[in-house]
């Protein structure tokens, strides 16, 4: 007797321990089912409370009759709850049981409670005895009656509908199933065992709190594991968003960074068109002065003068050389690309360039596989130049003994750009200055001549190209400089996409070894601007007239001396509302105009041309030291005019209005001119 008090203590312990776990587990999110699953156990464990009782009871000689209805009870509850657990839906809600589910665990254990409560020898009779086999105890027991060995098949089919349940999820392959199964195995026979004791058919120990263990605790189990494997997860994924979070933290700083840079840059770009206007104004009426002056020492056959107002004009030149790198920030993307291949720049490059290298210079080159690339090779060819002048300069810093060579090579990146690389063994770049490449006027050779501009400019012409430059020393010594730039048959949102890294991006990679390679051809870059298509007109039998707006008095001047040294007729204007005034009672033969003057400008005074004076405005020369506006820039990019820029030498200004002339009106203008 006392054995049978055992198992019931132990499966009762087992079966609460179980439920209190169970009910923790369902307060966390999605696990309500094992809330659910906690009344299975609970309903296993009150079976197993009147198990231990009913031992006691009988080890004082008590009638225990009591004992198998309230079983039969806590039986039918036990497998009404299998039957709503094993129907649950996602939410383990009540409302997601299906309702004839609900309708069937709710009358089956109203059934069952109606025959419990009735007189208790309508279920179970007292009086009999029960002789445990091996052990020799003669028990009071009591018996089922005929209807109430029938009511135990109530939560017997309740049962089974649950097993068939789990059966239709092994067959699906859900996990943990088959112990499951094994567990409904072990407690039928159990039950069927206590059924047939019950009923007096065999004499035997109760076994039923074996079964009830036996069932709960695979899939008690089961729902532990699944808990861990979640929590796992959990904390994967809690893992995985830390390092979201600061991978778009990092992203976040990054672009703002890049934002900052972009306007800091924008504002360069405008500052640096402003300057260019002011600066190449004076150096307008410089360079027609000098010309003026070297006409002079040309009739007077001086050859000491002519060769100082040379180097003059060879000093006005390079200023405003200087000045049109400078605007670089300005110029709009792609405004005059075409399809460029970077064999032909890095070949022009060398050959331009070679004039700088030392004769203890070793120019290495590689000409590898690299797509066609949307470009203007002149400015192209000038942001290579200064790369490998950059690159000669540190070489030279070192001693001749000790080796200088320098590396250019082309080829094509990862991700399908160009890329032209240029590496040195020289001292590589500091680290204070590593991290400022591209901005203006940041040199190690200052005490040399240095002006900090070089790379600037190269940085800009990345830039204005959609390119990216990458720089960095190697892990072998020296420099290295990377401009890459989208291909040609690129998508156009892969050149977006990396335009907010083309502002000195600065990397770390080594560079692949470089062997020697092919010859060096000349690029060709021309800058043209189209005009309209020439149609005849009447003749002029007289000299060209012009009439000149440049709101710069000197300049103005100097424009007219120039010209009518030329043989043109001049009439200036330092405003256009007087040119404009003067125009309704005059004739002339073209129109040329500066761009940026204060009141109308160059693009307002076109527009005011094409109402009042179409053929003259057909004919129209813009000349600019540069466009500090989108409007006038967007201005200059027509093709309706003919676009110079400033300083321009006084044979070369009236060469191009002949030829202007030619173009809209037919080459017999000019002949008679």
């Known amino acids: 007797m006392y054995i049978m008090f055992l198992l019931g203590l132990v499966s009762l312990t087992l079966q609460f321990a179980m439920a209190l776990a169970l009910g923790l587990l369902g307060r966390a999110p999605r696990w309500r089912h094992a ?44 497998g009404a709850a299998w039957l709503l657990f094993t129907h649950l839906g996602p939410n383990a809600s009540w409302q997601e049981i299906p309702r004839r589910i609900r309708r069937a665990a709710v009358w089956c254990v109203t059934a069952v409670a109606l025959v419990v409560l009735s007189p208790s020898s309508v ?13 020799g105890d003669v028990i009071p ?17 309740l049962l089974a509908v649950s097993w068939w349940q789990f059966v239709k999820r092994w067959r699906a392959g859900e996990p943990g199933t088959a112990y499951v199964l094994l567990g409904f195995a072990v407690f039928f026979a159990t039950v069927v065992e206590e059924v047939l004791v019950a009923a007096g058919v065999i004499q035997f120990l109760y076994l039923a709190d074996i079964g009830y263990i036996a069932v709960v605790t695979p899939v008690t189990v089961n729902l532990l594991r699944g808990f861990v494997r979640d929590a796992r997860e959990l904390d994967e994924l809690q893992g995985h968003l830390a390092d979201e979070v600061e991978r778009r933290t990092v992203e976040r700083d990054e672009a703002r960074h890049l934002v900052v840079e972009q306007q800091r840059l924008a504002a360069l770009g405008r500052l640096a068109a402003g300057v260019g206007h002011e600066i190449n104004s004076p150096l307008q009426y410089l360079r027609l002065s000098l010309d003026e002056v070297a006409q002079q020492a040309s009739v007077q056959a001086d050859p000491v003068a002519s060769e100082y107002l040379a180097h003059a004009v060879e000093g006005v030149d390079r200023v405003h050389n200087i000045v049109d790198a400078l605007r670089t920030y300005s110029r709009p993307a792609g405004s005059d690309h075409a399809v460029v291949n970077l ?8 050959r331009v360039g070679a004039s700088q290298w030392r004769g203890d210079v070793t120019m290495h080159t590689t000409f590898d596989a690299v797509p066609p690339v949307h470009g203007h090779e002149g400015r192209l060819v000038q942001a290579v130049l200064n790369a490998l002048v950059n690159a000669v300069h540190a070489v030279t810093a070192r001693p ?41 006027f940041v040199t190690t050779r200052a005490d040399q001549g240095g002006t900090g501009l070089g790379m600037f400019v190269l940085r800009g012409i990345v830039q204005n190209h959609g390119g990216v430059l990458l720089c960095s020393n190697t892990d072998v010594g020296g420099a290295e400089v990377r401009l890459q730039f989208p291909a040609a048959d690129a998508p156009s949102h892969a050149a977006s996409s990396h335009a907010s890294s083309s502002l000195a991006t600065v990397s770390h990679e080594p560079s692949s070894d470089m062997v020697p390679s092919a010859s060096h051809n000349a690029a060709q870059p021309v800058a043209q601007v189209a005009t309209p298509q020439a149609r005849t007109s009447l003749p002029i039998r007289h000299a060209i007239r012009v009439l000149m707006v440049e709101d ?47 009141g109308m400008s160059g693009a307002e005074f076109a527009e005011r041309l094409e109402a009042s004076h179409p053929e003259l405005r057909e004919s ?10 989108a409007e006038a820039e967007a201005f200059l990019a027509s093709d309706s005019i003919l676009v110079l820029e400033k300083p321009i030498g006084r044979s070369a200004l009236v060469t191009r209005v002949r030829e202007r002339l030619a173009a809209v009106h037919g080459p017999d203008v000019v002949r008679a001119a």
């Open 141 to 157: 027991h009591a018996q089922f009656t005929t209807l109430g060995t029938v009511f135990t098949l109530v939560p017997l089919t």
């Open 620 to 629: 129209l020369i813009v000349l600019t030291g540069g466009a500090v506006s």
């Open 400 to 440: 001749a003994s000790a080796g200088r060579e320098v590396w250019a090579r082309t080829g094509t990146t990862a991700n399908g750009w160009a890329e032209i690389v240029v590496r040195d063994n020289g001292a590589g770049f500091a680290p204070e200055v590593l991290s400022r490449i591209g901005e203006p």
């Open 35 to 78: 809330w659910w699953f906690a009344g299975v156990a609970i309903t296993a464990g009150m079976y197993s409370t009147v198990d231990a009782a009913g031992a006691l009871w009988a080890a004082k000689s008590e009638h225990i009759g009591w004992s198998l209805r309230a079983n039969l009870f806590n039986g039918t509850l036990h």
């Open 123 to 135: 279920v179970a009779s007292n009086g009999a005895t029960l002789i445990v086999p091996g052990l």
């Open 343 to 350: 064999h032909d720049v890095l070949q022009a490059a060398l």
């Open 552 to 598: 710069d008095a000197p300049s103005l001047r100097a424009y007219v001396r120039g010209l009518g040294a030329e043989g043109c007729v001049v009439q200036g204007f330092t405003d256009a509302e007087s040119a404009l005034a003067w125009l309704a009672s005059h004739a002339v033969d073209i129109v040329v105009t500066d761009l940026m003057m204060p």
